[in-house]
């Protein structure tokens, strides 16, 4: 609107002046107000025309696990401890880690993991991946009255794993989709990456004819990626990586759309050694494959962060809380070294969103995020309840946070939603939506359990404990 209004000031001063010269002593007056009006006119269905399309979230499903595939936390310490893998200090170290991590009993992993050693074959991951995004697209297209012929673009994420065909060729092949159908696929990008799908699906659908569709379908899949060496930096991820995926679907289309995409950022920090080494995929000294979690995690993801903040609170955030926003920026740039003591203000971003949607990493990530946010338990209660009922799902974990707030009918219309993902690189990516017309009924992998929360977490860790030292 503020370019709109410098275009139309800008001619409207042309005008005037032309009209003055050349026009103002042989043309009557209604013919120049008629001359004003067209130009007008012209130049505003210009920038109508030029605008880039609003994009709209029709629906989306997350993949609810059946309880064949829960981990209980005793069988789970006993099958490891039994393994040939680990000695009694890696037990041990396991053992504590998941105490802390903030994940239930009721967290996924594929039958493969129950079993030590590990069959690593690609049969059996192309076989999880078919039952995770086969299960939530089917689920996606019975909540929608869209069919698969109408999907005009495709894009699927896995970032540690990957096969030929790909798995978009895997869906289009299942679905029997268009051959003219724009289809990629993403990896390596991380935690993250659902959202840089979301971002690649608007920016190709804001180039395509009004009312096409895109399918993102983000996943991670768990069957050859267990690590069995003993770097412990590189066991965390055993204990945190749960099985999970979500699809969703976009259109630039308003019909039956029940959110609206208003914001997304990327913020990038990879230029930086510490961020680009802080997720690292490498071999151990014994040449085991894993990935490595650098104990400067936390760190790396709260500049991320504030990076991102700073990008999106602009426009996000009201006025008032833009305006101290800001001068708190200038004095930290500006008057540091006169007064090291100062800190930088945190906006209260409840002003501006109703509810928050942190990526379920694990509880430090959480905490830490709560803490620079300056958020309430109430407010990180989405995030902390996802992590301890699916785990870390990687891409997928914004989604059931974001399922877990209808499912407990705090959405309403007009309420917004705030994404936030983190991912290796190191990256911070956001999303804005706000509601157009909340869910009926729960998604049905909160369907079956949702009544039980939340919950206090705090406690169910001690019978965690409990349960794992009497095995």
Known sequence: MIITTAMI??????CQYWLLTSWSTTTPPIYQLWAFLLIITVVTIKYLIQRPSTVYLV???CFGPSSNFHVDPASWAETHRFSFFFDDDTISFLTKVFRRSGLGNETSLPSVNNFLPQAHRLRLAREEAEMIIFAVIDDLFAKTPVMPNNIDILIANCSSSTMVPSMTDMIANRYKLRSDIHNMQLSGMGCSAGLIAVGLARNLLQTMPYGAHALVVSTELMTGNFYAGKKRSMQLTNVLFRMG????LLSTS????RFELTHIVRESTAAQDSAYHCVFQEEDDEGLLGLNLSKDLVAVAGEALRANITTTAPVLLPISEQLSFFLSFVVQKVFIKKS???????PNFGLAVEHFCIHAGGRAVIDAVQRSLNLSDEQVEPSRMTLHRFGNT????LWYEMAYCEAKQQM???DRVWMIGFGSGYKCNSAVWKCILPARSADSAWANCIHRYPMDVAKQASVTKGALTKS
């Open 9 to 14: 000031l800008k001619v409207t001063q042309i």
């Open 59 to 61: 629906d989306y499903a």
């Open 245 to 248: 995926g979500v699809a969703a």
């Open 254 to 257: 308003r019909d039956n759309a």
């Open 340 to 346: 090291a003591r100062t800190k930088q203000y945190v």
């Open 394 to 397: 990687s891409s997928s974990s």
């Open 412 to 414: 309403r219309k007009g």
